[in-house]
Nanobody, 114 residues
Framework: QVQLVESGGGLVQPGGSLRLSCAASGFTFSSSGMSWYRQAPGKEREFVAIIGGSSGSTVYADSVKGRFTISRDNAKNTVYLQMNSLKPEDTAVYYC???????WGQGTQVTVSS
């Protein structure tokens, strides 16, 4: 079955950290660029970060640059998003996306609040 399953979301205080994971199955993960997007209530889904398949090169949205890190483990078919120095405006549902298959996960909620 071709799918992406996110995990690792939750409630965290401002300034805290979370690591999201996205496990892929049913396709050749190592050759697919992978990205993270997020959608806050009442807003459109927005790009967060992307990582290349073979190159591993990365690009970040300006809003998260220097705070978030995208990485991948091709042996585990998993892409990660390490989020540090979290802010209330980072509150959203976070989705991972396979570029080669235009495939989305179900999303994981991240809430940053004191």
């Amino acid at each position: 079955q071709v799918q992406l399953v996110e995990s690792g979301g939750g409630l965290v205080q401002p300034g805290g950290s979370l690591r999201l994971s996205c496990a892929a199955s049913g396709f050749t993960f190592s050759s697919s660029g992978m990205s993270w997007y997020r959608q806050a209530p009442g807003k459109e889904r927005e790009f967060v970060a992307i990582i290349g398949g073979s190159s591993g090169s990365t690009v970040y949205a300006d809003s998260v640059k220097g705070r978030f890190t995208i990485s991948r483990d091709n042996a585990k078919n998993t892409v990660y998003l390490q989020m540090n120095s979290l802010k209330p405006e980072d509150t959203a549902v976070y989705y991972c996306h396979s570029i080669s298959h235009n495939l989305w996960g179900q999303g994981t909620q991240v809430t940053v609040s004191s």
